[in-house]
């Protein structure tokens, strides 16, 4: 049931931080490989691609919230896992 559902990230690719800044960096190039298309000239490249995402699940005051843990190019798994599993804890992919 949580298959092809629309999820959203945020990347810092402009901040006075320079670690928000790296960590986006390395958060697109992710993003990037899991869909095949290693240097953008625009976002609009990337829109529409299929990957995998590794999503955890957690409370934040009464309400589940996404976390996105990772991006992976879709063949890694031959089947759907049940997300119902991240409730109250991480996916099987997140490691936690």
Do not use: W
Request: glycine residues 10%; charged residues 25%; contains cysteine.
């Amino acid at each position: 049931r949580y298959l092809n559902r629309k999820l959203f990230d945020r990347l810092n690719l402009t901040n006075d931080n320079d670690q928000a800044v790296e960590i986006a960096k390395r958060t697109l190039s992710s993003i990037c490989h899991a869909v095949g298309v290693l240097q953008p000239k625009d976002s609009k490249e990337l829109h529409g691609k299929r990957m995998l995402v590794t999503v955890a699940v957690r409370d934040y005051q009464g309400t589940p919230q996404n976390d996105i843990k990772g991006y992976g190019k879709p063949e890694v798994i031959s089947q759907p896992v049940p997300m119902e599993t991240a409730h109250g804890g991480a996916s099987p992919f997140s490691g936690g």
